[in-house]
């Protein structure tokens, strides 16, 4: 058995061919009429936040997080999340989900979302969202739509539509301030 070297690094624009393979294999061409992919249409995704998997160079495995208002939450969409069927099972899906909940934390996110199987994402800290609370760009089964809520009164706010939203980001104003300072939400 091969001994694995798994790194995981922060996506750039040179993996963007290999992501539309891996999320190719993993969905399919149906994964471009799911009401999620309808947001993420709407706007890019933010690759400070997004990640990839590399196995002796190779990149496997990937999770994108898109910026979104969801009622009166400004939050990010998590996906699409994909592992290529090599390297599933492993525990790189869950690490990869795991990296991007911390790395929106320190931007500042409220909350992250995403249209889910439950049984895979609630141990990983994500909640059931009320029912039908938020109004997909398409259909969605309510019972899938969960969250993780970093902010006050997260699930009383995530009532009504959900889209993409735009972040724009300052320079910090000193060395000493921290990430989520550095956070400018533009609604």
Known sequence: MKNHDLVYLTEDASHDA?????NEEAFGPGRFTRAAARI????PHDRSLSFICADDGETIASVRMTPVIAG????HLLGPLAVRPSHKSKGIGRELVRIAIEAARRKGSEAV??????PYYMPLGF???????????????????LV?????????RLKGVI???????????SEDETETEALKIAS
Do not use: S, Y
């Not at 009166?72 to 939050?75: C, D, E, I, K, S």
């Not at 979302?113 to 439950?118: E, K, Q, Y």
């Open 127 to 145: 909640e059931k969202v009320a029912w039908k609370a938020l109004d997909f760009p398409g259909p969605v089964d309510p019972a899938r739509v």
């Open 113 to 118: 979302i995403l249209v889910g199987d439950p």
């Open 148 to 156: 993780v809520p970093m902010a006050e009164g997260v699930h009383e």
């Open 72 to 75: 009166g939450v400004h939050g």
């Open 18 to 22: 290999v992501i539309e393979l891996i």
């Open 40 to 43: 993420r249409e709407q706007g």
């Open 163 to 173: 889209a993409w939203r735009e972040c724009q980001w300052k320079e910090p104003a």
